[in-house]
């Protein structure tokens, strides 16, 4: 049971808690904090909300507004660079994963004076980073307590950093802040960290029994909230369970990896442009029934937890009640439920499953069953 679970030292769960992140850098005696969000959080307000906390503790602010989707590292560059000649000594993630993964960075390379070319990879970050906030608008990524960044190269492949120092000093959950998602963002996250979780009890690397109490956790708690979100969107309590889920199910893949799902929704964002987490469930249920030889007995555990009242007469009807369920949520979101709804030829799949074999192999390698391309691509054709 030898294993090594790594933690975002302070998380803070608190409705309105954003008015009190001054407080928050004061605690880590910063004085030039930079904000990093993008437009449409700059839009909500939430941005200007946090510099006034912020002012009022006597630290001064810089906000960085041009987060992108799938941050690509040309953006990442220029915010560094404001941080610089800002001469920020603190970092504040606001937004969705983009704008934490941005953070993220940033506090390291500023910190470092790194490129954040010689960062790609695992445990290239050289020293210690900038104190770091970490603030979630949304309920899904879990980027607020984990220590990957996934950047954008400009060839459009995704490039990922992974290291311990990106674990941010403090997680401030503030459900408030993810009352104004649309529907489709919030199904779209919710059933990316439901992934998280599903991957993080099945991965053959690094499970360990506290990413699995986790991951048990935040699976009941986002799949028992998801509904009532869809049904009443200003349910402040069902909001704040599924902000905690998708926090705990962050903490759960960060220690115990992602597998398959994820490897194969990579190129739906590089490609498509497909939002991760819409990407993740697109594929979850063909990889969930390719993994059935070896994850059957997990899967079947899991289900039950989700769906207490269901009669399950076995482990394989449990089983594959949870991989009907996440499809079933996916068709119930509204969001488009198959590859050729969202661009995807034919003609594309054998590029996909190359670029998955070839180029993301730390992924197939947590994943409970081998995969070839032939797989791969069988599993983006029963997508299809």
């Known amino acids: 049971m030898d294993f090594n679970f790594l933690s975002t030292p302070r998380i803070v769960c608190e409705s309105g808690g954003l008015g009190r992140i001054g407080s928050l850098m004061q605690d880590l005696s910063c004085t030039r904090a930079l904000v990093v969000t993008d437009p449409g959080i700059l839009a909500c307000g939430f941005a200007d909300e946090a510099a006034a906390s912020l002012r009022a503790a006597g630290i001064e602010v810089e906000i960085f507004h041009k987060v992108k989707a799938d941050p690509p590292i040309a953006v990442v560059e220029a915010a560094v660079e404001v941080a610089r000649a800002f001469g920020a000594d603190g970092i ?94 919030t199904a779209a996250t919710a059933l990316d960290a439901m992934v998280h979780a599903i991957e993080a009890v099945t991965s053959r690397t690094r499970k360990n029994p506290i990413s699995d109490g986790m991951a048990d956790k935040a699976l009941v708690l986002l799949g028992q909230n998801l509904p009532i979100v869809m049904e009443t969107p200003s349910d402040l309590s069902a909001r704040e369970a599924m902000l905690l889920g998708a926090t705990l199910a962050g903490m759960a893949f960060i220690n115990a990896s992602v597998g398959a799902i994820h490897a194969l929704s990579y190129p739906l964002g590089t490609g498509f442009k497909v939002p991760h987490g819409h990407a993740n469930a697109l594929v979850a249920g063909p990889v969930m029934r390719f993994n059935m030889p070896v994850a059957e007995a997990e899967y079947a555990r899991l289900s039950r937890l989700l769906l207490p009242s269901r009669p399950f007469n076995s482990d394989a009807a449990a089983a594959h009640g949870l991989i009907d369920e996440m499809e079933r949520m996916l068709v119930e979101s509204g969001l488009e439920s198959r590859l050729s709804g969202v661009g995807v030829t034919e003609a594309a799949i054998p590029g996909m499953a190359n670029e998955v074999v070839t180029g993301i192999t730390r992924l197939l390698e947590t994943n409970p069953r081998d995969m070839t391309a032939e797989d791969v691509s069988r599993l983006y054709q029963e997508a299809l």
């Open 92 to 185: 504040i993630g606001l937004g969705g994963g983009s704008s934490l993964d941005t953070a993220k960075v940033i506090a390291a390379a500023v910190a470092n004076d790194q490129p954040i070319t010689d960062m790609i990879g695992i445990n290239q970050v050289t020293d210690k980073r900038l104190p770091l906030i970490q603030v979630p608008t949304t309920a899904g990524t879990g980027s607020e307590v984990t220590w990957v960044s996934v950047l954008t190269s400009e060839s459009h492949e995704k490039k990922a950093v992974y290291a311990p120092q990106l674990l941010p000093d403090v997680a401030l959950l503030d459900a408030k802040l993810t009352l104004g998602m649309p529907r489709h963002i």
